[in-house]
């Protein structure tokens, strides 16, 4: 019998862990590819705010609002009650772009988005050392350096693109 209860334990167990990886009904999770289309528009425009100056403002012609110093969209999603937002916001040499809801798990898809907006602008990848086991990603074009970053928490997630000189 608890040979029986051990694998039903096993069974649940995989179940939960397919849920956290896909949704509750094996469709993607809250980041859906209509989300990911919108951040990866949102990643595009902050490095080419952060490499050539261009203005934020060319959010608004891909459908997202201005108000004071942020461009927001929101964008239905059937696995959220409601929908999805995305802003974008500027602050000295960074730039961010906040994704709300976004799981945990998911984080690693902003970090992917980032990466192609980057490559896609003429940067390339390396890896700074930070001791003899641990790196991290920048992205070089010329004399400039962009670090992506992500920050989590409260159900969202926040993509941070930082300028280095």
Do not use: H, W
């Not at 896909?22 to 990866?40: C, F, K, L």
Request: with cysteine; proline share 2%; charged share 20%.
């Amino acid at each position: 019998m608890s040979a029986v209860r051990a694998i039903g334990t096993a069974a649940a167990i995989l179940v939960l862990a397919s849920c956290a990886q896909t949704g509750s009904s094996g469709r993607e999770g809250v980041i859906t590819s209509d989300v990911q289309t919108v951040v990866a528009d949102a990643a595009r425009a902050c490095v080419a705010r952060l490499s050539d100056g261009q203005s934020l403002n060319t959010l608004v012609a891909r459908g997202f609002r201005s108000s004071r110093n942020e461009y927001g969209i929101r964008v239905p999603n059937p696995n959220t009650v409601g929908s999805s937002s995305i802003s974008v916001r500027e602050r000295e040499n960074t730039c961010q772009v906040r994704v709300s809801p976004a799981m945990f798990n998911e984080t690693s898809i902003l970090f992917d988005v980032a990466e192609d907006a980057l490559l896609g602008a003429g940067y390339r990848e390396e890896i700074v050392q930070i001791n003899g086991a641990l790196g991290r990603k920048v992205f070089v074009r010329g004399s400039a350096r962009i670090e992506p970053r992500i920050r989590t928490g409260s159900g969202r997630a926040e993509l941070i693109l930082s300028r280095r000189d």
